[in-house]
Every structure is written in structure tokens, then in C-alpha cells.
């Protein structure tokens, strides 16, 4: 997972900016303390000199006595560097030699071509004792002309070297959050401990075990039930249904016979809808079934006219890691729910739609509302809230829960027109 907002790639932004404002704070500070100790050696190293050119001695004096080649200048030289970056290294230089007892009225930065090559020369504007203005010049470490540049490239070098540890560091502490995300979307608690993790994923990992395994009991302790009542109901039903088929064909008994028989058929069909429930969460996703073939057998067995009910779907669809009885299942399902609550005709699509699988169901009828349509993907939940139709309200339920085994989805939509409702159901072919 390397999404803009996932862990690592914040843990590495913070990283990497808060090494970086460190970095460009401390070589600020190393700038500052240099520049200053410099321009105080310097001011202590050539203040006798420029002393001099303050009480107006001749330039072969002053010569004899600095501590290197020196210059001078009846106004300020022309060829001055104005660059930003110098002020304050300025303001120190002058500073150093006022602590050092020589007022400087100015300081520049200009070149001057020395055995041909063209070296910086720190001039500083000095007031002598007749009152006027001299400037004197030397070659000096006291201002740097480079230092934005080297500022950059070890800004540079420091932060590539920040990114390297940030990204160990980030992918460090991600690693074991991102094998607890993939065992989870997995489903898989059958392995041992996070490596490298941490004592809190390790506490959210023994959690989710936990709860894991708790719904896994909830889950078979409720199919359990289910099924054992399912069972234990079909039971007398049967027993009901036969004794009713065994009634004596008379005129006043055979209108009850038929109801009994109906009613009975009716309540076997709710119980097989429990037992489907059960079983759309049991049975294994481990054969190849042609999709195609299946509609068509479904649709057949529904014994509806051809105009009331058509079948899109290629010569072949094989699909691999599904289950053929749930298949059957849903696009039952799918077809029941177009004819109780919509009006045909009812058309029938299977297809391949970029690597996907799709199932859609048609109809004329009114389609569900917007806002109720994730309510009628849960277990019991009905659309008819008359109870004018039998049923648990558990077919898109089952259609539902087949999905999201299968890592696909439900939806809801209408056609280009209008007038036909669609229920879609998607999953990936791999």
C-alpha cells in the first residue's frame, strides 16, 4: 500500500521535513558562530594596520605592517557585490572591529585581479583624522561570496541522506501495520506473531483474533440453529403435506386440501430459504462453473413464456473458485425478486465485462428507492411492508453475502430510459 495518505509515506514526510528544518537550523547556526569568530580574527588581526590608515600614514607603511597585501581606494569600488546574503555577515565584520576600537563606516564585497586571477576583497570605509573617508582593502575568509551555493548542496546531500533513513525508518515501523492490514483483508489468523512488531500492533493483532474468534462462534452457533430448526421444521411439514395428500376427494374437502397444501409448500419454502442463508456462507468456493449455463438452466426451470423472460448470455462463461449451488442460488434469487416485486418482461444478462463477471436482472417494475436499497441487502429486511408476498426478505440477503465471499458487489440502478429497474451483481474473474 503506497497511497498518498497511507502511514508510511506520512511517517516519511514528517521525517524527512523535520530533518531538513533541523539541518538548515543548524547550518544557519554553524554560519552565524563561524562568521563571527572569523570576523573577530580578523578585526584582531588587522587593526594595527588599519589604525594606521586612519592616521593618514602612507600606503609603503601601512604595507610593512599588515599581515598581507593590502589596498586602497580614494571612493568605493565600483565592481561591489550586492547580494542579500552578505548582510549580516556584514553587520558582523562591522561590529568585530568596533569592538576592536575601529569605527567602519561601510563594508563591501569587490573583486580584484590578483597574478591574473580575480580574488573577493573585503573593503571597509574607514574615516580618518583629518575627517576624511579612505577605503582599505584586503583578501579575507570574513565574508564568503559561495556560501548560498554550498548552503544548497549540503541542504541537498542532507536531505537525500534524510530521505534514505526516513524511508527505512517509515517502512520499519509500517511493515508490520501493512501485514496486519493484508491478514486481515485475508481473513487468515492461522499465522504466528507480527515480525518486528511493535507491543501495540501485536496488542491490535491479538484483538482482532479474538474477535475474530468470537464472531466465527456466533456465526456457527447461528447456522447452527438455523439449520437444526430448518430441519427439525421440514420434519412435520412433510408429515403434513402427506396426510393432506391423503384426504378423501369430496366436494367440501378438497378446497381445504389444496390450502393446507399450499400453506405447507409455502412454509417449505421459507424453511429452504433459512438452510439457503446457512449455506451461502458455508459452502466452498472451489469449482469452475459455466455462469452461462447455469442462467439457462435456471431460467428454464422458472417456466415463464419467452416474453416474459429472456436470456442474454455468451455460448460459455467458465468461471473458476465459485460454487455452482450458489450461483444457482442467486441468479434465482435475482429472477424471484424481479417477478414478486417488478413486472415483466424480465431480461436475464450474464456476461465478461473487463475481467469482471456480471449478473444483471431487469425488470419493469418500480425498482427500489435510493434510500432503501442498503437496507434490502440485509438479512429480513422486505420491501413489501404489507406482507402482501411470503418470504423472509432474505433473497438479497443471500445474494448479497454470496458477493461479498465472491470480493464483489451489489447495485442498484435503472436503465438509460427509465423504465427498467436493474439489479447488478460483479466480482473479479482472477
Same mark, same amino acid.
Given at each position: 500500500m503506497r497511497r498518498a495518505g497511507s502511514l508510511f509515506v506520512?511517517?516519511?514526510?514528517?521525517?524527512?521535513?523535520?530533518?531538513?528544518?533541523?539541518?538548515?537550523?543548524?547550518?544557519?547556526?554553524?554560519?552565524?558562530?563561524?562568521?563571527?569568530?572569523?570576523?573577530?580574527?580578523?578585526?584582531?588581526?588587522?587593526?594595527?594596520?588599519?589604525?594606521?590608515?586612519?592616521?593618514? &600614514? @602612507?600606503?609603503? /607603511?601601512? *604595507?610593512? %605592517?599588515? +599581515?598581507g597585501t593590502i589596498y586602497t581606494s580614494p571612493g568605493r569600488p565600483g565592481r561591489a557585490f550586492e547580494l542579500a546574503s552578505l548582510t549580516p555577515r556584514v553587520a558582523m565584520v562591522r561590529e568585530a572591529f568596533a569592538n576592536e576600537g575601529v569605527?567602519?563606516?561601510?563594508?563591501?564585497? &569587490? @573583486?580584484?585581479? /590578483?597574478? *591574473?586571477? %580575480?580574488? +573577493?576583497?573585503?573593503?571597509?570605509?574607514?574615516?580618518?583624522?583629518?575627517g576624511a573617508t579612505r577605503w582599505a582593502g584586503f583578501e579575507s575568509g570574513a565574508i564568503d561570496p559561495h556560501f548560498r551555493e554550498r548552503l544548497v548542496l549540503a541542504l541537498l546531500l542532507l536531505s537525500g541522506i534524510a530521505v534514505a533513513a526516513s524511508a527505512l525508518v517509515a517502512r520499519w515501523l509500517a511493515r508490520p501495520l501493512e501485514a496486519l492490514r493484508a491478514r486481515i483483508?485475508?481473513?487468515?489468523?492461522?499465522?504466528?506473531?507480527?515480525p518486528h512488531a511493535s507491543a501495540e500492533v501485536q496488542a491490535i493483532d491479538e484483538a482482532w483474533r479474538a474477535l475474530r474468534q468470537s464472531l466465527e462462534q456466533q456465526e456457527g452457533e447461528r447456522a447452527l440453529l438455523l439449520a437444526g430448526v430448518s430441519h427439525d421444521l421440514r420434519?412435520?411439514?412433510?408429515?403434513?403435506?402427506?396426510?393432506?395428500?391423503?384426504?378423501?376427494?369430496?366436494?367440501?374437502?378438497?378446497?381445504?386440501?389444496?390450502?393446507?397444501?399450499?400453506?405447507?409448500?409455502?412454509?417449505?419454502?421459507?424453511?429452504?430459504?433459512?438452510?439457503?442463508?446457512?449455506?451461502?456462507?458455508?459452502?466452498?468456493?472451489?469449482?469452475?462453473?459455466?455462469?452461462?449455463?447455469?442462467?439457462?438452466?435456471?431460467?428454464?426451470?422458472h417456466q415463464s413464456a419467452t416474453s416474459e423472460l429472456t436470456v442474454e448470455a455468451p455460448a460459455s462463461l467458465p468461471v473458476r473458485h465459485v460454487n455452482g449451488v450458489l450461483i444457482e442460488r442467486v441468479i434465482g434469487n435475482l429472477l424471484d425478486n424481479a417477478f414478486t416485486h417488478g413486472r415483466p418482461p424480465v431480461r436475464l444478462t450474464v456476461a465478461a465485462v473487463d475481467h469482471h463477471v456480471r449478473i444483471e436482472v431487469e425488470d419493469c417494475g418500480p425498482g427500489i428507492a435510493p434510500e432503501d436499497q442498503p437496507a434490502m441487502l440485509q438479512a429480513f429486511a422486505r420491501g413489501d411492508a404489507s406482507r402482501g408476498n411470503p418470504g423472509l426478505g432474505l433473497g438479497l440477503a443471500i445474494v448479497?453475502?454470496?458477493?461479498?465471499?465472491?470480493?464483489?458487489?451489489?447495485?442498484?440502478?435503472?436503465?438509460?430510459?427509465?423504465?427498467?429497474?436493474?439489479?447488478?451483481?460483479?466480482?473479479?474473474?482472477?
Amino acid at each position: 500500500m503506497r497511497r498518498a495518505g497511507s502511514l508510511f509515506v506520512r511517517l516519511l514526510l514528517a521525517q524527512v521535513l523535520l530533518t531538513v528544518l533541523l539541518t538548515a537550523t543548524l547550518v544557519l547556526l554553524f554560519d552565524i558562530e563561524r562568521n563571527r569568530t572569523v570576523a573577530q580574527l580578523v578585526a584582531a588581526r588587522w587593526k594595527p594596520a588599519l589604525q594606521q590608515v586612519i592616521e593618514g &600614514a @602612507p600606503l609603503d /607603511v601601512v *604595507g610593512a %605592517s599588515a +599581515p598581507g597585501t593590502i589596498y586602497t581606494s580614494p571612493g568605493r569600488p565600483g565592481r561591489a557585490f550586492e547580494l542579500a546574503s552578505l548582510t549580516p555577515r556584514v553587520a558582523m565584520v562591522r561590529e568585530a572591529f568596533a569592538n576592536e576600537g575601529v569605527p567602519v563606516d561601510d563594508v563591501v564585497l &569587490a @573583486p580584484e585581479t /590578483v597574478s *591574473g586571477q %580575480s580574488v +573577493p576583497v573585503l573593503w571597509l570605509a574607514l574615516t580618518s583624522n583629518d575627517g576624511a573617508t579612505r577605503w582599505a582593502g584586503f583578501e579575507s575568509g570574513a565574508i564568503d561570496p559561495h556560501f548560498r551555493e554550498r548552503l544548497v548542496l549540503a541542504l541537498l546531500l542532507l536531505s537525500g541522506i534524510a530521505v534514505a533513513a526516513s524511508a527505512l525508518v517509515a517502512r520499519w515501523l509500517a511493515r508490520p501495520l501493512e501485514a496486519l492490514r493484508a491478514r486481515i483483508a485475508a481473513d487468515d489468523a492461522s499465522g504466528g506473531p507480527l515480525p518486528h512488531a511493535s507491543a501495540e500492533v501485536q496488542a491490535i493483532d491479538e484483538a482482532w483474533r479474538a474477535l475474530r474468534q468470537s464472531l466465527e462462534q456466533q456465526e456457527g452457533e447461528r447456522a447452527l440453529l438455523l439449520a437444526g430448526v430448518s430441519h427439525d421444521l421440514r420434519s412435520p411439514l412433510a408429515r403434513i403435506h402427506m396426510a393432506a395428500e391423503l384426504l378423501p376427494d369430496g366436494k367440501d374437502i378438497a378446497p381445504r386440501r389444496e390450502t393446507i397444501l399450499r400453506n405447507a409448500q409455502t412454509a417449505d419454502r421459507l424453511v429452504g430459504s433459512f438452510l439457503d442463508h446457512v449455506r451461502s456462507g458455508e459452502l466452498p468456493l472451489n469449482e469452475t462453473v459455466d455462469v452461462a449455463m447455469v442462467a439457462r438452466i435456471v431460467a428454464a426451470h422458472h417456466q415463464s413464456a419467452t416474453s416474459e423472460l429472456t436470456v442474454e448470455a455468451p455460448a460459455s462463461l467458465p468461471v473458476r473458485h465459485v460454487n455452482g449451488v450458489l450461483i444457482e442460488r442467486v441468479i434465482g434469487n435475482l429472477l424471484d425478486n424481479a417477478f414478486t416485486h417488478g413486472r415483466p418482461p424480465v431480461r436475464l444478462t450474464v456476461a465478461a465485462v473487463d475481467h469482471h463477471v456480471r449478473i444483471e436482472v431487469e425488470d419493469c417494475g418500480p425498482g427500489i428507492a435510493p434510500e432503501d436499497q442498503p437496507a434490502m441487502l440485509q438479512a429480513f429486511a422486505r420491501g413489501d411492508a404489507s406482507r402482501g408476498n411470503p418470504g423472509l426478505g432474505l433473497g438479497l440477503a443471500i445474494v448479497q453475502r454470496v458477493a461479498s465471499r465472491l470480493g464483489g458487489s451489489v447495485a442498484f440502478s435503472r436503465s438509460a430510459e427509465g423504465a427498467r429497474a436493474i439489479v447488478r451483481l460483479e466480482w473479479p474473474m482472477s
